[in-house]
């Protein structure tokens, strides 16, 4: 038992804690904050014994898959008053590919990269739409959406779900035929921790060509990189489906940006492409490689040149204190940044002492804008060009560097309330932000009250994810900071 069970006594206790924590914020927590026990079950049948007792003894339950979480949610609380138990799914990792039916199971405790390596162990044809970061969990990924450079050629990671084993707050085992078609609806981009635990999904294979095509462009001049940036904006969405272009922006000593592209074809065909639409970012025959679609996985995640694929199976072993604290916000363009936009998103880089400001900009169309806004309650489709992440990060203890990074962070996403989606303004639900707004720390929050964040993430699915949880989980018995409440109409008319 003592490799299932850990406390604040055992000696195994803050190993197991930290160990999938990739946001070093949180590894100094509270003890206050902390689960009371951590839970590694090695079976489903342990998961559902650790929701009973948590019911029966009146605990709270944080699940964990990969730890990627930007606020802590799977694995510490705001409210020192609700001790909870941690259900950390780490042991939970298997992947089956079925080749014929181009489907795979995989347990919500496996990590991006554990999955990748299987599919591609399986079919040098085949691949799964999903993160390019391959240490995130499949669990938190696919419940929050999930994207990754197939996003225009096949939509969301939560698009290709074909059934789900969830344990709800009876502790039963249900599949999409048991849970029904509305909670199979909710689970796949409804926010993890709010309806059951998911433990594994059956996911679609899709077709991917033997060789693609990957490249790097970076440019540094500010004068031509708006030029270029405003040009990309007016074309990224509009580009084949088989092409995807991510921008990151960045300043060390001048501002930087990265377009990392992937196109679904070779090189030749990705240049007459880019001549035709997007000339202006001088892409060369050199500076294309053309790859396996896994090799791609390793490349667009920044692994050295002639990684094996293997590699993939080492993921999860990254320390924590090799990555820097982070806070994160997100925002959807519909419309093209003026240059008085950019403009004033470099004069913010020169405000940040230390500790590279990150912008990325996730385009969307393709694919994309052809899935209805309520096919999953990702509602972020037609009309969106990009999405837009902002990423403050810093290393150390220093409060004031942290207050500082946080500050520049907020008053970023201030100034660009103007030139992003509004009423209500868009936020992505895999990049959590409790400035948004949080529920009552005992589980008293009323839909009402919650719809301030909540349509911010899922619009007017929102109200559909609140009816799908008072039919599952009545009671609210999971529940985090930014869990959907149950629906609940009073007798006054008011909820």
Known sequence: MSDLIHTPHSASYSSVFQFSIRN??????????????????????????AVLCSRRHGLQVRVRSGGHDFEGMSYISSAPSQPFLLIDLINLRNVTV???????????????GELYHSI?????????????CPSVGVGGHISGGGYGMLLRKYGMAADNVLDARLVDAEGRILDRAGMGEDVFWAIRGGGGNTYGVVVSWKVKLVPVPR?????????TSEGSLTKVIQRYQHVVDKLPDDLMIMLTLSRQTIIQAEFLGLYLGETESLLTVMKQSFPELELTEEGCTEMSWIESALYCAGYPKNTSYDELLN????????????????DYVQRPLPVRALQGIWRSF??????????QMVPHGGRMSRISNSSIPYPHRSGNIYKIQYFASWFGEDKKVE???????????????????????????????LDLGVNDPV?????????????????????????????????????????????????????
């Open 120 to 132: 591609a162990s399986a079919s040098g044809t085949l691949a799964f739409p999903a993160g390019i």
């Open 315 to 330: 993921s999860r072993n990254s320390s924590s204190l090799q990555f820097a604290k982070l806070k994160a916000k997100s």
């Open 98 to 112: 079925d080749v014929p039916t181009k489907s795979a199971w995989v347990q919500a405790g496996a990590v991006l």
């Open 24 to 49: 070093p914020r949180f590894n100094n927590t509270s003890a206050s904050r902390r689960p009371i026990a951590i839970i590694t079950p090695i079976t489903v049948s342990q998961v559902q014994s």
């Open 443 to 495: 589980g008293r929050t009323s839909y009402k009250q919650a719809r301030v964040w909540g349509e911010q993430y899922f619009k007017h699915n929102f109200e559909r994810l609140a009816r799908v949880k008072a039919a599952i989980d009545p009671s609210n018995f999971f529940r985090n900071e930014q869990s959907v409440p149950p629906f609940v109409r009073m007798t006054t008319g008011r909820v």
């Open 350 to 359: 020169d405000q940040v002492e230390a500790g590279p400001p990150l912008v």
């Open 403 to 433: 207050k500082r990074h946080l500050h520049w962070i907020n008053g970023l996403y201030r100034f660009m309330t103007p030139y992003v989606s509004n009423n209500p303004r868009g936020a992505y639900p895999n990049s959590r932000d």
């Open 211 to 219: 060789r693609v095509t990957g490249f790097k462009v970076s440019k």
